[in-house]
């Protein structure tokens, strides 16, 4: 089947190089894709949200299906838009309606959702302007550290965790009433501070049945030992060793099964990922945010874990035999180190060309995915993002990845690069 695939991440790069390997896929399209993607299919100037150049370029190519990366497509209605068109209805897209992606695109939707489907997660309040007196009073009287959320999309940019409490009025304000995330931030959702380890877990499902893909631990900070801003992730791990049977027991019985019952029973449409951003605290999950897409840099080390056919797992979705599908992993330990942007995650120069990458020597147990690059006009592969390159290997043991993966790095150069140097440290 000839398939489309929405983004231009490291994330797409990683869902492309996976779906290439499928019998299923005949040709790959990627829009708009970056320099690394080139390698799989084929990069077409569409933009992600321009569902009509989308639906005339499905038709001229006889598009069997579209795989959505990001999450602002869904949340604007790629789904539905696909789904109530003549000419695009028999295309399997792989994504939640606009409807069921509000678990992702509102943060007060998905704590009213768990909060109805008796899902662990922190204690909340929401409040607007309209409120903003009680939210401060709210504030006043909350115990420290307290977390803001912007209700809407904000890029991974709308957590604040403050540790005073005038402090954290302050950020409180500065959200509703300066619009620090814009229209995202109109509503703000406060809720209690988890002490724990973050993880995350990748189920696939059509909001009946589904398939747990591959589990995480994602690296956000800029600076070696967590320190540092939060960045949009510097590295990820997997397996966990702590998400052990029962953990992963804990997390499908208390979690993943209310989930995907509570989109049943809501009639909501779903046919995707979901990602859960989980907190172990003290060996028990709690739901920190729901995502409707596949991370990133998760997906970059998720992926190549994944032995199970990618596209046949889509299919499968689609025609209602994913719980009969079974899903296997690669033997070993899987690292994710990223290089990213002098200035990152502040401001960054882009257009730095990046060299050795040709030149690199790797074995099989190594991959490159590109995260934010394009090509110069002299053809010259060059940085185009904060995060740039996603170097992911697999080992014996987690540590062993991480060195891998680091010792490919040294052979690469950009003005600026840099990459944390102790991802996976507390598995050592």
């Not at 678990?103 to 309040?125: C, D, N, V, W």
Request: with cysteine.
């Amino acid at each position: 089947m000839n398939i489309l695939l929405l983004g231009s991440g490291g994330r797409e790069h990683a869902l492309a190089w996976k779906m290439q390997q499928s019998h299923h896929c005949e040709n790959l399209f990627i829009a708009p894709g970056n320099a690394g993607t080139l390698q799989y299919g084929t990069n077409v100037n569409l933009g992600i949200n321009d569902f009509e150049a989308q639906k005339q370029f499905c038709t001229d190519n006889k598009i069997s299906m579209v795989v959505v990366g990001p999450e602002e497509p869904l949340v604007k209605g790629v789904y539905d838009f696909y789904r109530s068109d003549e000419q695009l209805k028999k295309i399997i897209v792989v994504g939640p309606s606009a409807e069921a992606a509000q678990l992702e695109g509102s943060k007060a939707f998905s704590k009213r959702f768990m909060q109805r489907h008796g899902i662990p997660t922190a204690a909340y309040e929401e409040f607007t302007l309209e409120n903003l007196e009680a939210g401060k009073t709210y504030i006043a009287s909350h115990s420290v550290p307290v977390v803001l959320k912007a209700d809407g999309l904000a890029a991974g940019k709308g957590v604040i965790i403050s540790h005073a409490q005038d402090e954290a009025i302050l950020a409180f304000e500065e959200m509703i009433v300066n619009k620090q995330f814009g229209d995202a931030s109109s509503k703000v959702v406060i809720e209690e501070f988890l002490q724990g380890i973050e993880v995350s877990v990748f189920v696939l499902t059509n909001g009946k049945d589904y398939q747990v893909i591959g589990h995480a631990k994602d690296y956000k900070r800029i600076g070696e030992g967590d320190t540092g801003l939060n960045t949009g992730g510097m590295g990820c791990v997997t397996p966990v060793p702590f998400m052990d049977d029962v953990f992963m027991q804990k997390v499908e019985n208390r979690i993943i099964k209310p989930t995907v019952a509570g989109l049943a029973k809501e009639n909501l449409v779903y046919n995707g990922f979901i990602f859960f951003g989980l907190m172990n605290v003290e060996g028990e999950p709690f739901v920190i945010e729901y995502n409707c897409r596949m991370g990133d840099p998760e997906t970059e080390v998720v992926m190549p874990r994944l032995e199970t056919d990618l596209v046949s797992l889509f299919a499968a979705m689609d025609n209602g035999t994913l719980a009969d599908t079974n899903i296997e992993y690669n033997e070993g330990g899987f690292a994710t180190v990223m290089a990213v942007s002098g200035g990152y995650p502040g401001e960054y120069e882009k257009n730095k060309p990046i060299s050795q990458l040709a030149d690199v020597l790797m074995d099989k147990s190594s991959l490159i995915f590109h995260a934010g690059t394009t090509l110069n006009g002299a053809g010259e592969t060059v940085t185009n993002g904060g995060r740039v390159l996603a170097v992911t290997s697999s080992a014996a043991t987690i540590v062993e990845a991480v060195e891998k993966s680091e010792r490919v790095l040294e052979q690469i150069s950009f003005e600026g690069m840099y990459y944390r140097k102790d991802i996976g440290y507390e598995f050592e």
